[in-house]
């Protein structure tokens, strides 16, 4: 079937994009959505061309100390050599999906400014190699802050129980794909406690408190955003702490800040933590397609018959080299 | 930090009829009798005028009951002090009212041998209801404490604090104001937010002398990041359906509820002539079958534009005279009027709406509005080959409208089709509608 977990991502957020436009009667535009698939795609493209260059310059200069014709003719023609360059053009992808899910603009330069930011993040916030934002998660927030026309709708995925069912059924499909059901389930466990301890404390109906916890879009942020492998820590507990701290956080800005949009700002808040954390747990880190002890547990055999000869595994092996 | 824990707070609710029917005002809250009274609530309208965390709203009501048994409990943010208090002008509902209402509008066909422009038809317009005042609430302790009492215009205004919900309950009633069975248990989640209470009651005398007929809408002025509307106190003397019309006035843009759906009400269809003259029967079944459909459970957008102009207007846009009365306080001189107007309609329920309203201020200056179209065929003098070819399509357009009117409303489409007088037009050969010579 679908070799790479993340075509299972592409797949499920593009039929929640449909599925929304179709039953939900939302500002969803098409043209958007292939405006941002269009800029995430070149921005990694652009992206991965100079971080070929860079490395094959620096490799140059290593293996022969010339330092000199930094980009040649010949380098120049593999900007369309994919196998050389690798831009991750799934990735880019998802990350498209999800703005296009979860953001809303009036101009499609907006959208623009959002998938360039939300890609270029990956190269540019990244220690060892590893960034630690969330593309679509940093594409957001920099629009919210930078522009006037954009806004984020909480309340726009409804709360019917068909749309949890359909949620949490494909997206534990795919975190299990992924391997990071953990940072979910300590992500919603914790932000249902503490929401649990707040509805009881004030004394509200339960239904209040069911109705704050089915929301779509707390759902979809929880399986889809904070658990992209590749942003958050390797070690399970450090995943642990940092899906709680988000949690936390997340019901502090909702509940004394009184911001809609407060998981988007716990996540990116917070989402340098996991540089610390990395550091004081190591655990080898997550790629696409390579399987690694620290996380077979959880997700055993679907990355295991996942094919290891993929170009990101390639990648991987000469980031390492 | 203190500020924003202080400002765990809130509003109020209420509701309205819709539409072109003549409304009627209705605090929501809840109602607190003074006496024995049987109070209910139906419709409400409330005017958010918000930048940022400042806040003025506006609560107009459709009380029906007799004046000296009207009493509202409002949970607010913060405690209010008599200058944050005012009297507001009923008319400035209306005008809002008036220039969001869904709209209905016409065409006129131009002689096939060779279409005008459109005219609306304005909607009628909302008005009060009255009554009488009462006697002055007793002081007592309970863990109820008096931050304030001041009275404005006809009412008499109470903030309250509360330690326990079941204090403020008995004094409440000690105070001859009727709780509702069942209110203490939801009093209590406001007080743990240490929001206050607002609680207004009719000042008769006042009232006598004001020469009004009918309760004025009161406004508050506040600062709060809380953005919401508690619709929670206003379900408990009431198990039926609620109507709140929220007139949400922003520099930014559209309002939207972020803790429910907000839906945008059908539009731009094209219905048959008929309901011209039966408008408003018609919108009350349109959004009463598109809030069925939507499980009954999301907010419905009728209106959101920008207040500067209006396309086509159902009445005049509101002069910068009449926003400063609507609340609107970020208004320059010479500037121009910065204000986006979100219409948003939510009929409620208890097992629907759990939790209180919340909103925020969108980005969005996309415009909308509830509009239904007329289109009245030709019927003068055709002399061309065109002509047969109009006339069939006529039946074509009358039919497609009877459907969409029929799928808009749940109505019988055979009930429409007559109403239309298509009846002896559908049994026609078929083949007629393509041989026509």
Request: proline letters at 6%; hydrophobic letters at 45%; charged letters at 20%.
């Given at each position: 079937?679908?070799?790479?977990?993340?075509?299972?991502?592409?797949?499920?957020?593009?039929?929640?994009?449909?599925?929304?436009?179709?039953?939900?009667?939302?500002?969803?535009?098409?043209?958007?959505?292939?405006?941002?698939?269009?800029?995430?795609?070149?921005?990694?493209?652009?992206?991965?061309?100079?971080?070929?260059?860079?490395?094959?310059?620096?490799?140059?200069?290593?293996?022969?100390?010339?330092?000199?014709?930094?980009?040649?003719?010949?380098?120049?023609?593999?900007?369309?050599?994919?196998?050389?360059?690798?831009?991750?053009?799934?990735?880019?992808?998802?990350?498209?999906?999800?703005?296009?899910?979860?953001?809303?603009?009036?101009?499609?330069?907006?959208?623009?400014?959002?998938?360039?930011?939300?890609?270029?993040?990956?190269?540019?916030?990244?220690?060892?190699?590893?960034?630690?934002?969330?593309?679509?998660?940093?594409?957001?927030?920099?629009?919210?802050?930078?522009?006037?026309?954009?806004?984020?709708?909480?309340?726009?995925?409804?709360?019917?129980?068909?749309?949890?069912?359909?949620?949490?059924?494909?997206?534990?499909?795919?975190?299990?794909?992924?391997?990071?059901?953990?940072?979910?389930?300590?992500?919603?466990?914790?932000?249902?406690?503490?929401?649990?301890?707040?509805?009881?404390?004030?004394?509200?109906?339960?239904?209040?408190?069911?109705?704050?916890?089915?929301?779509?879009?707390?759902?979809?942020?929880?399986?889809?955003?904070?658990?992209?492998?590749?942003?958050?820590?390797?070690?399970?507990?450090?995943?642990?702490?940092?899906?709680?701290?988000?949690?936390?956080?997340?019901?502090?800005?909702?509940?004394?800040?009184?911001?809609?949009?407060?998981?988007?700002?716990?996540?990116?808040?917070?989402?340098?933590?996991?540089?610390?954390?990395?550091?004081?747990?190591?655990?080898?880190?997550?790629?696409?397609?390579?399987?690694?002890?620290?996380?077979?547990?959880?997700?055993?055999?679907?990355?295991?018959?996942?094919?290891?000869?993929?170009?990101?595994?390639?990648?991987?092996?000469?980031?390492?080299? | 930090?203190?500020?924003?824990?202080?400002?765990?707070?809130?509003?109020?609710?209420?509701?309205?009829?819709?539409?072109?029917?003549?409304?009627?005002?209705?605090?929501?809250?809840?109602?607190?009798?003074k006496?024995?009274t049987?109070?209910?609530?139906?419709?409400?309208?409330?005017?958010?005028?918000?930048?940022?965390?400042?806040?003025?709203?506006?609560?107009?009501?459709?009380y029906q009951g007799d004046v000296k048994d009207f009493?509202?409990?409002?949970?607010?943010?913060?405690?209010?002090?008599?200058?944050?208090?005012?009297?507001?002008?009923?008319?400035?509902?209306?005008?809002?009212?008036?220039?969001?209402?869904?709209?209905?509008?016409?065409?006129?066909?131009?002689?096939?041998?060779?279409?005008?422009?459109?005219?609306?038809?304005?909607?009628?317009?909302?008005?009060p209801a009255g009554g009488a005042p009462q006697?002055?609430?007793?002081?007592?302790?309970?863990?109820?404490?008096?931050?304030?009492?001041?009275?404005?215009?006809e009412?008499?205004?109470?903030?309250?604090?509360?330690?326990?919900?079941?204090?403020?309950?008995?004094?409440?009633?000690?105070?001859?104001?009727?709780?509702?069975?069942?209110?203490?248990?939801?009093?209590?989640?406001?007080?743990?937010?240490?929001?206050?209470?607002?609680?207004?009651k009719v000042?008769l005398?006042?009232f006598n002398?004001?020469?009004y007929e009918s309760l004025?809408?009161?406004?508050?002025?506040?600062?709060?990041?809380?953005?919401?509307?508690?619709?929670?106190?206003?379900?408990?003397?009431?198990?039926?359906?609620?109507?709140?019309?929220?007139?949400?006035?922003?520099?930014?843009?559209?309002?939207?509820?972020?803790?429910?759906?907000?839906?945008?009400?059908?539009?731009?269809?094209?219905?048959?002539?008929?309901?011209?003259?039966?408008?408003?029967?018609?919108?009350?079944?349109?959004?009463?079958?598109?809030?069925?459909?939507?499980?009954?459970?999301?907010?419905?957008?009728?209106?959101?534009?920008?207040?500067?102009?209006?396309?086509?207007?159902?009445?005049?846009?509101?002069?910068?005279?009449?926003?400063?009365?609507?609340?609107?306080?970020?208004?320059?001189?010479?500037?121009?009027?910065?204000?986006?107007?979100?219409?948003?309609?939510?009929?409620?329920?208890?097992?629907?709406?759990?939790?209180?309203?919340?909103?925020?201020?969108?980005?969005?200056?996309?415009?909308?509005?509830?509009?239904?179209?007329?289109?009245?065929?030709?019927?003068?003098?055709?002399?061309?080959?065109?002509?047969?070819?109009?006339?069939?399509?006529?039946?074509?357009?009358?039919?497609?409208?009877?459907?969409?009117?029929?799928?808009?409303?749940?109505?019988?489409?055979?009930?429409?089709?007559?109403?239309?007088?298509?009846?002896?037009?559908?049994?026609?050969?078929?083949?007629?509608?393509?041989?026509?010579?």
């Amino acid at each position: 079937m679908l070799k790479d977990a993340r075509d299972y991502q592409i797949l499920f957020l593009s039929l929640f994009l449909v599925l929304g436009i179709g039953t939900r009667d939302w500002t969803l535009h098409p043209e958007f959505i292939l405006v941002a698939i269009a800029t995430c795609c070149l921005t990694q493209w652009v992206a991965a061309s100079l971080k070929y260059f860079i490395e094959v310059d620096n490799k140059d200069a290593r293996d022969n100390g010339n330092t000199e014709g930094l980009i040649d003719t010949k380098n120049l023609a593999d900007v369309f050599n994919f196998s050389l360059v690798k831009p991750a053009f799934r990735s880019a992808i998802i990350t498209s999906l999800g703005l296009s899910l979860l953001l809303r603009v009036d101009h499609c330069s907006t959208m623009v400014l959002a998938g360039a930011i939300a890609i270029s993040s990956k190269f540019i916030f990244k220690i060892k190699d590893k960034h630690f934002f969330n593309p679509a998660n940093i594409g957001i927030i920099a629009v919210l802050v930078l522009t006037q026309d954009a806004w984020v709708s909480p309340g726009q995925w409804g709360e019917d129980w068909w749309y949890l069912l359909l949620f949490a059924g494909t997206g534990g499909l795919i975190v299990k794909k992924v391997g990071r059901w953990d940072t979910t389930a300590a992500f919603l466990g914790a932000y249902a406690l503490l929401e649990a301890i707040r509805n009881f404390w004030l004394g509200w109906t339960w239904d209040v408190y069911w109705h704050r916890l089915m929301s779509g879009s707390l759902l979809l942020f929880a399986l889809f955003m904070i658990t992209d492998p590749r942003s958050i820590p390797n070690a399970r507990i450090s995943r642990y702490l940092w899906a709680i701290s988000i949690a936390l956080l997340t019901f502090i800005l909702r509940n004394y800040f009184f911001i809609p949009t407060a998981v988007f700002w716990a996540l990116f808040a917070l989402a340098p933590l996991t540089i610390v954390f990395d550091s004081i747990w190591q655990a080898p880190r997550f790629s696409w397609q390579e399987t690694s002890p620290s996380f077979t547990e959880n997700l055993t055999l679907d990355l295991a018959i996942a094919p290891k000869s993929a170009p990101q595994m390639e990648r991987e092996k000469s980031q390492v080299g | 930090m203190n500020r924003l824990r202080i400002s765990l707070s809130c509003i109020l609710s209420l509701i309205i009829f819709i539409g072109y029917t003549p409304n009627a005002w209705g605090f929501c809250g809840f109602y607190v009798a003074k006496a024995d009274t049987k109070l209910y609530n139906q419709a409400s309208q409330v005017v958010i005028a918000r930048d940022s965390d400042r806040t003025i709203l506006t609560m107009a009501n459709d009380y029906q009951g007799d004046v000296k048994d009207f009493a509202i409990v409002v949970p607010v943010p913060v405690a209010i002090e008599k200058e944050q208090v005012r009297i507001g002008d009923p008319k400035i509902v209306e005008r809002l009212d008036a220039f969001s209402a869904p709209r209905l509008v016409e065409y006129f066909d131009d002689n096939p041998c060779q279409v005008y422009p459109a005219s609306e038809t304005p909607p009628p317009l909302p008005a009060p209801a009255g009554g009488a005042p009462q006697s002055p609430p007793a002081r007592s302790t309970l863990g109820v404490t008096i931050e304030a009492q001041f009275n404005v215009g006809e009412y008499e205004i109470l903030i309250l604090s509360a330690k326990e919900s079941s204090g403020l309950e008995t004094w409440l009633k000690q105070n001859g104001y009727r709780i509702p069975s069942g209110a203490s248990q939801l009093l209590q989640p406001y007080i743990r937010q240490k929001m206050k209470f607002f609680v207004a009651k009719v000042n008769l005398k006042e009232f006598n002398k004001s020469g009004y007929e009918s309760l004025r809408p009161l406004m508050i002025a506040y600062e709060s990041p809380k953005f919401m509307l508690p619709i929670r106190l206003g379900m408990v003397n009431s198990k039926t359906e609620q109507d709140l019309i929220v007139y949400v006035l922003s520099p930014k843009g559209q309002a939207e509820v972020t803790n429910y759906r907000t839906v945008k009400v059908p539009s731009d269809s094209e219905i048959p002539l008929f309901v011209k003259n039966e408008f408003s029967d018609f919108y009350k079944a349109m959004f009463q079958n598109a809030y069925t459909k939507e499980s009954k459970k999301v907010a419905f957008l009728e209106y959101a534009w920008d207040m500067g102009s209006c396309d086509p207007c159902s009445a005049e846009p509101l002069t910068v005279e009449e926003l400063k009365k609507a609340g609107v306080f970020w208004l320059k001189p010479n500037e121009g009027t910065n204000v986006f107007i979100s219409r948003i309609h939510v009929r409620y329920t208890r097992d629907k709406f759990p939790e209180d309203l919340m909103f925020q201020e969108t980005a969005n200056r996309k415009q909308f509005q509830g509009r239904y179209v007329l289109r009245h065929p030709y019927t003068g003098e055709m002399k061309c080959p065109a002509a047969a070819e109009y006339k069939r399509s006529l039946k074509q357009r009358s039919e497609e409208q009877a459907q969409t009117l029929s799928q808009l409303t749940g109505w019988r489409v055979e009930d429409i089709r007559q109403k239309m007088k298509l009846v002896s037009d559908r049994s026609e050969p078929f083949w007629r509608s393509i041989w026509t010579d």
